[in-house]
């Protein structure tokens, strides 16, 4: 599982990449606070090896800006606020500032009261759920984070695509181990391709359990922000439509429970009992969730981030008709 | 789907079937009060049509009461209370009457606050997980609940059974449609009968996704409470250990986001969107996640709960060994 750049892939580092993919997006119109926060949010998944949440995504984004389909700088409103809770509406622009913003928001009261939670409508694509889960981690919090998404998946025993990939994730801070950090889409791909429920299609093998998460994560996201839901979700491939996304957000202190650091002393043994557990035959390793995605960005911050050649050029290109630099100092690979 | 007894079955009523299991653990040593939660929790499984939860296990929970390996009258003790979380050791006691305490706790600061968590440590099986997450329904809350259990479930690439079948319960209120109820073990059989990760063995069709809910449930119930986890709890079939058993529980008020009148006529509608889209062909219907055990508790409720032959007797072995009056008064079936 050693993180080697192919030989196609420019390996660039972290902070040039987030520094081009802010300035790009500023140069999209977004306002410069704004694009730094979606810029580290699009970087940290490649850091995270989930390049399809990552800077790839910057050309399309730059389109949805400029075509007006995404607002450059929303009128972002604070909807609902109680003492536990907060809803904003994005104003249908970028995902991830509104995101990050009603992450927070959540997180300053859940270190007040010990537990909150929060939504956001009206919003788009906010890359990996796991980013906002994470943001509780330093407060000794668990982090819950979730949206809904384009339609791309049928209810069992349906035929319609209703529900989108609608990922959940939970970020539990550890001690010395990794945190646990448990983000994963409601789908997945079966035998033949085709994306289905978590648990595959039909019920055999319970694949009513995943789409009963996808149903969930909508209901959350969308039904519980008076967001778009359901059927007023764009199907996949289809043109986005203006906002029709929404996330949710919450945050318990571990404190609330249990003292933290003796929390985080018997999260390390459990995790660790589990990696020390004897292995299948021919596998070496077993993993706990989140831990090989923290692997991958401590190596990939001390090594680079291995962009393929079809992602570099079409970073180059945007650079070239935004009229910014592309200087992301390639740290390995064929110098531009 | 028709809920029919088939023919060895006895048909009871609801009434008098709690009656009996709380006459056979107050026999067995359990205070009056926590009796009647516990029978009511085991019929709310027979009702709801998951029997291995149900008035079936009344011979062995009063072999254990009467062991001492479950304490019939424990010591309960608040362990940590904080405006929106609250922590019980439950003293070795029956998993249910802790666990309605800790959930009514629970959703009585979610009204005070908006939001709440809470743990019972120290106890052991409380049945059906969404028994008690539908406790929040009727406060117009959304109710979570989930139990760490026996090992019975390797992880993905591991060899030892190291996770339980640790249920999750979301409980979501709706208007006219029944409330979405999604009650689900984090482990499915695969095709050879063998308990595996909900979405089955190995990484391939996602078996670590499952694995990663068993471990975040044994993380949120054991590790959170400070009770036993991991490698601590007996594994499957094994003897039970003392109080080797924790549930987490949370709760959050709808309206901290959306007006619940608002919200339960949109939940309505997204139901309805689902079960109401185009079947695959052979299918005529689409369920939402607890429709069919609330369709089951209803006929039940109204003509009987079919009891199988086994059960029928072991229940009046039991009331023979008790020396208690066995009077189901069977609405259908053959009298005894």
Redesign the interface.
């Given at each position: 599982m050693a993180d080697v750049a192919t030989s196609g892939d420019r390996v660039v580092r972290e902070q040039p990449l987030a520094t081009f993919a802010a300035a790009a997006l500023t140069r999209a119109g977004v306002a410069a606070g704004d694009a730094a926060v979606a810029a580290r949010v699009l970087v940290a998944a490649d850091l995270r090896g989930t390049p399809e949440h990552g800077v790839g995504r910057l050309p399309a984004l730059v389109r949805d800006l400029r075509a007006g389909t995404i607002a450059a700088q929303p009128p972002v409103a604070l909807v609902?606020e109680?003492?536990?809770?907060v809803?904003f509406d994005a104003g249908n622009g970028l995902g991830a500032p509104a995101a990050v913003r009603a992450m927070e928001a959540v997180i300053a009261k859940a270190r007040t009261?010990?537990?909150?939670?929060?939504?956001v409508r009206n919003t788009n694509d906010f890359g990996i759920a796991g980013y906002y889960a994470m943001l509780a981690l330093p407060h000794d919090q668990?982090g819950i984070a979730s949206t809904n998404a384009p339609r791309a998946v049928?209810?069992?025993?349906?035929?319609?695509r209703?529900l989108g990939e609608n990922p959940i994730a939970?970020a539990?801070p550890a001690g010395a181990e990794p945190p646990?950090v448990?983000d994963?889409a409601t789908t997945?791909h079966?035998?033949s391709g085709e994306l289905v429920p978590?648990?595959?299609p039909g019920t055999e093998?319970?694949g009513?359990?995943?789409y009963?998460?996808g149903?969930?994560a909508?209901?959350?996201c969308?039904?519980?922000?008076?967001g778009a839901?359901?059927?007023d979700l764009p199907a996949s491939g289809e043109a986005p439509r203006a906002g029709a996304v929404s996330h949710f957000f919450?945050a318990?202190?571990?404190g609330?429970?249990?003292d933290p650091a003796?929390?985080k002393a018997?999260?390390d043994?459990?995790l660790r009992?589990?990696k020390d557990?004897?292995?299948?035959p021919g596998?070496d390793?077993?993993?706990?969730?989140g831990e090989l995605e923290h692997e991958r960005t401590r190596d990939r911050r001390a090594r680079g981030i291995p962009l393929p050649a079809p992602v570099w050029d079409a970073l180059r290109s945007l650079a070239g008709d935004l009229t910014i630099p592309f200087d992301l100092t390639p740290s390995g690979g064929t110098p531009s």
């Open positions: 609902r109680t003492p536990t809770s809803l009261l010990g537990a909150a939670f929060g939504s668990i049928t209810p069992t025993f349906g035929r319609d209703l939970f539990i646990f448990l994963f997945v079966d035998a978590l648990g595959g093998t319970s009513h359990k995943g009963g998460l149903l969930l909508d209901i959350l969308g039904v519980l922000a008076g839901f359901g059927p919450a318990f202190a571990v609330g429970l249990l003796r929390f018997d999260l043994r459990e009992s589990v557990s004897p292995k299948s596998y390793r077993i993993y706990v969730a």
